[in-house]
Nanobody
Framework: QVQLAESGGGLVQAGGSLRLSCAGS????????MNWYRQAPGKEREFVAGIRWWNGRTYYADSVKGRFTISRDNAKNTVYLQMNSLKPEDTAIYYCNVPRGGQLEDYWGQGTQVTVSS
């Protein structure tokens, strides 16, 4: 059973930066795609960024392109989200995700709160 633990959230002023981490345990995640999602109060959970396991290709939501960077360290079984030039609209709970496909339920972390003040 895979467990994901996010960390690095907090309160930051607009224009500031944070780096989120998601550490996996239970088995290696080096052959898994990994994603970050977020959910703001009263809104649906939305995709933020993803990284593919086999070629390292990255994907971003339009709202974060040029400001956020996803990366991974397979030796540490960890995926990161570097968030720069933060805006109040980035305020949300950020979740780490490992998609499993088919009828299998994805793995999700418990989330970490990011609050950006104006």
């Amino acid at each position: 059973q895979v467990q994901l633990a996010e960390s690095g959230g907090g309160l930051v002023q607009a224009g500031g930066s944070l780096r989120l981490s998601c550490a996996g345990s239970g088995r290696t995640l080096s052959r898994d795609d990994m994603n970050w999602y977020r959910q703001a109060p009263g809104k649906e959970r939305e995709f933020v960024a993803g990284i593919r396991w086999w070629n390292g290709r990255t994907y971003y939501a339009d709202s974060v392109k040029g400001r956020f960077t996803i990366s991974r360290d397979n030796a540490k079984n960890t995926v990161y989200l570097q968030m720069n030039s933060l805006k109040p609209e980035d305020t949300a709970i950020y979740y780490c995700n490992v998609p499993r496909g088919g009828q299998l339920e994805d793995y999700w972390g418990q989330g970490t709160q990011v609050t950006v003040s104006s």
